[in-house]
């Protein structure tokens, strides 16, 4: 059974940084996706970043600029750098995974859209960002 354990979280002031990683215990596809998501109490759950193994990448709007999401395959592990932090990005933020535009047939932004797509969760970690 894969398992995502994610880690990085923390809280910090408005303008600071943090490094989010999952890591993954094995990889199931030979197309996959993986993305992070994230939810704020009482908000419903939405998504940030996402990468495809063909390279393709997503990011919501409002992280544009400031978060980059990147992959090393050797390591297992997916990364979200998150620069310029704000007081709205504060959430739990959870990284997910599932097959990839090359099994699914639909473009990673389509699979961004639908969550179910993604099969297997991490446990979530929280990002305070205090103004």
């Known amino acids: 059974e894969v398992q995502l354990v994610e880690s990085g979280g923390g809280s910090v002031q408005s303008g600071g940084s943090l490094t989010l990683s999952c890591t993954t215990s094995?990889?199931?596809?030979?197309?996959?996706?993986m993305a992070w998501f994230r939810q704020a109490p009482g908000k419903e759950r939405e998504r940030v970043a996402a990468?495809?193994?063909?390279?393709?990448?997503f990011y919501a709007d409002s992280v544009k600029g400031r978060f980059t999401i990147s992959h090393d395959n050797a390591k297992k592990t997916l990364y979200l750098q998150m620069h310029s932090l704000k007081p709205e990005d504060t959430a739990t933020y959870y990284c997910?995974?599932?097959?990839?535009?090359?099994?699914?047939?639909?473009?990673?932004?389509?699979?961004?859209?639908?969550?179910?797509?993604?099969?297997?969760w991490g446990q979530g970690t929280q990002v305070t960002v205090s103004s």
């Open positions: 997910a995974d599932g097959p990839g535009p090359g099994i699914l047939g639909v473009s990673l932004l389509s699979i961004t859209t639908r969550p179910d797509f993604f099969d297997v």
């Open positions: 094995g990889y199931r596809y030979s197309s996959y996706a």
């Open positions: 990468i495809a193994s063909d390279g393709s990448t």
